[in-house]
């Protein structure tokens, strides 16, 4: 015989550890459930955006922040580089391992159980009495019982499954994303020499023809990245040999063909299930949170904001299911905040997904001429608008406005702004480097 927990959850990670933590705080009992022990390394971008606070009642602690991001540089497949400064901090890097710890000791710290190696296989959902119960079972036979149960178990979550709330993805339905850290120690170079700029992330989409690449910076390594959707031509390895190879050369710095993965230390990839693929994300008594439901920005590829606010929400939602003497159906009143929060915005961007891939250009030069867009960005880091906003803010006179001013920008009529706009990046780093030509430390000579 199993334990009866209010909660079950499987999967600590952001959505799993976020909702364990309100839930303790709240006094309900909560088994947290996850295959691996902690601290454990999570392929991620490790990029968090400053509107993702809104989601935790206390600060990050400074310690774990990698880097305090004041915007980005956006560059485009022409190698412009569109970029936001602001003095206001929009997010911050942290290494997930070092994230996912803190949020989980936080929910231990409150009372909830962890449990590390317990790998679920199943879950099952029982009535007795009127009153829905579920058990799920580990690999190894044991079973832990909850009233209600959290599947935030990740992208190929096995309670979301189980329940028919999430169908297997087709290979061409699948996005890949890769990444690895190189340390400063090992570049030949200080890294504020190897970003555009100290404070600012880097997202590429000049090589990389069927998504984007990234290098974000942490303390004394960045993080260095590609997210590849289908249709793919190679294999995600190769599409990151392409543009580490691309990033250097940019940097001057000279790679053997076999250097070009061996200088990324903890290479690790991993299938992102991606928003807007689901309309509901929970049935009877168990809830599914953040990837585990497809809560990743489908354009962005930003998944922990609203794994933590999924999370948070679902805590809510089954705090008041508790408390409430009247009839209430707690997946319904989960799934339809959550559609009205997120889900709506991310399949409105799943929608429009193909057609901003095909009009990359043309959205560029858009940017290029009208520099008030790149307040949006600014806006979806600190959550202050989303996609939906955005299109409805965009209405038809504004976006004749925008195309006259593509169409003067492209006759030569207009300049881009040199406050939002760099013309070359080739030139620009043939600027910042002068006649240097480095030469990365050989892998012997390095420890990570
Ligand atoms: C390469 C890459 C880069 C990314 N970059 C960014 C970025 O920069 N910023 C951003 O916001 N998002 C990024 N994302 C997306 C982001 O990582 C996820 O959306 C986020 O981790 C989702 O959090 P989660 O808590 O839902 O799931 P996860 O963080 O995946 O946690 C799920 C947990 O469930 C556990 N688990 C899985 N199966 C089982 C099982 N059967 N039994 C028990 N436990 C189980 C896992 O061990 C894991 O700890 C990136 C993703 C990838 C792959």
């Known amino acids: 015989m199993s334990i009866l927990y209010d909660v079950v959850i499987v999967g600590a990670g952001p959505a799993g550890s976020n909702a364990a933590y309100y839930l303790a705080k709240e006094g309900f009992s909560v088994a947290l459930l996850d295959k691996d022990e902690f601290p454990r390394k999570k392929p991620c971008g490790d990029s968090f955006p400053i509107g993702a606070l809104e989601t935790l009642d206390c600060k990050i602690p400074n310690k774990i922040i990698g880097r305090r991001i004041h915007g980005m540089n956006l560059i485009s497949p022409r190698e412009e580089i569109h970029f936001l400064y602001r003095s206001r901090e929009l997010g911050y890097t942290i290494a997930r391992e070092d994230l996912d710890t803190f949020l989980l000791q936080r929910a231990i710290n409150k009372g909830a159980e962890f449990f590390g190696k317990a790998k679920i296989s199943k879950v099952r959902v029982n009535k007795i009495n009127g009153a829905y119960s579920g058990l799920v079972e580990t690999t190894d036979g044991t079973t832990f019982t909850g009233q ?15 329940v028919g709330l999430v169908a297997p993805r087709k290979s061409n339905e699948k996005v890949i994303a890769l990444r690895g850290y190189i340390y400063e120690e090992q570049l030949g170079m200080p890294i504020e020499d190897f970003l555009i700029h100290p404070d600012l992330i880097e997202i ?7 998504g984007y690449d990234w290098i974000f910076p942490l303390k004394d390594k960045v993080n260095i990245g590609t997210g590849y959707f289908p249709p793919r031509q190679m294999s995600i390895k190769k599409a990151l040999e392409i543009f580490v190879k691309y990033a250097f050369e940019l940097r001057k710095i000279k790679l053997e063909k076999q250097q070009r993965l061996n200088i990324i230390r903890n290479l690790q990839g991993s299938e992102i299930f991606l928003g807007g693929a689901v309309d509901r994300i929970a049935t009877r008594n168990v809830l599914l949170a953040g990837e585990a439901a497809g809560l990743v920005d489908p354009l962005s590829g930003d998944g922990v904001h609203w794994a933590l606010l999924s999370g948070k929400i679902a805590a809510e939602k089954i705090s008041h299911a508790f408390s409430d003497q009247k009839p209430y159906d707690l997946a319904d009143e989960y799934n339809s905040t959550m559609m009205t929060l997120v889900m709506s915005n991310m399949i409105f961007a799943r ?9 990359l250009p043309l959205l560029f030069d858009a940017l ?19 996609y939906l906003k955005i299109n409805s803010d965009l209405h038809l006179i504004r976006k004749m406005i925008i195309g006259l001013r593509i169409g003067l920008g492209r006759l030569g009529l207009i300049r881009p702004s040199p406050d939002c706009f760099i013309p070359n990046i080739k030139e620009y780093f043939e600027k910042k480097l002068g006649q240097k030509q480095l030469v990365p430390k050989p892998k012997e000579t390095f420890t990570h």
């Not at 935030?152 to 096995?158: F, R």
């Not at 997904?353 to 095909?358: A, D, E, K, N, V």
């Open 204 to 210: 590429y989409y000049a090589i990389n023809q069927n």
């Open 351 to 359: 929608k429009n997904l193909p057609r901003i891939q095909s009009q």
């Open 148 to 162: 209600v149960i959290i599947g935030a178990d990740g992208c190929k979550g096995v309670i979301g499954r189980s």
């Open 368 to 386: 290029k001429f009208n520099p008030s867009l790149i307040n949006y960005f600014e806006g979806l880091a600190t959550n202050d608008v989303n």
